[in-house]
């Protein structure tokens, strides 16, 4: 058909059969974008660099998937991995060359590979590792702690020849019931070696 220069004014819908709707590049709030809204608050272009889709309103911006719950996905070009899924009822997915990296649970988020963190992490809960799974402290992992499965203990060890030192004004070591001392060291003062509870040798 021709193209139409004035404006238009449509009651009823539009319907676009065997053709596109097509507009250029958008130069500016004024030209080429499709507008939605009696304020038209959602606007969809084009500047020639970039895709926009922009909520300018009151309310939110909402993705939402069909009534039937399939899932919101985002996808490289050519749909042939996922950058991101949202489940409904369901886990947020987000994926790095089609690997899922970080992922919502039922308690929590689940990640998969590194965790690289700058600045500090605050913890409210426990923090649970595996037998084995070590806690690695200094640029060369040096201090290490970890439960070793094969023998039970819980081991505290240091590769680095400048050895452990604990920084206390008071240290007790105690049984596992926490109820008997076994060592006193007081700063200042003695260092104490119990047998069953018992002081023998300040």
């Known amino acids: 058909g021709q193209m139409q220069s004035a404006s238009a004014v449509v009651t009823g819908g539009i319907t676009a059969t065997g053709g596109n709707i097509v ?3 958008s130069s500016g709030s004024s030209a080429n974008r499709i507008k939605l809204g009696t ?3 959602l606007e969809l272009y084009h500047s020639g ?4 889709i922009e909520h ?3 309310g939110h911006l909402i993705l939402g998937g069909v009534p039937n719950g399939n899932n919101v996905d985002i996808m490289k070009a050519g749909y042939s991995e996922y950058m991101a899924r949202f489940k409904p009822d369901s886990s947020v997915d987000l994926y790095y060359d089609a690997n899922v990296r970080l992922q919502t649970s039922p308690s929590g988020v689940d990640v998969t590979g590194t965790l690289n963190v700058t600045g500090i992490s605050t913890f409210t809960g426990n923090v649970f590792m595996p037998d084995n799974a070590e806690i690695r402290l200094g640029a060369s992992g040096d201090l290490q702690l970890f439960h070793h499965s094969s023998t039970g203990e819980g081991r505290i060890y240091n590769s680095n020849a400048a050895g452990i030192n604990i920084i206390t ?3 007790n070591v105690k049984n ?5 001392t076994m060592l006193k060291a007081t700063a200042d003062g003695a260092v104490e070696l119990y047998h069953n509870n018992t002081e023998k040798l300040a």
Do not use: K, P, R, W
């Open 23 to 25: 507009m250029n590049d």
């Open 39 to 41: 304020s038209q608050d």
């Open 49 to 52: 660099s970039h895709s926009f």
């Open 56 to 58: 300018s309103g009151t």
């Open 169 to 171: 004004d008071l240290l």
């Open 176 to 180: 596992n019931a926490n109820n008997e």
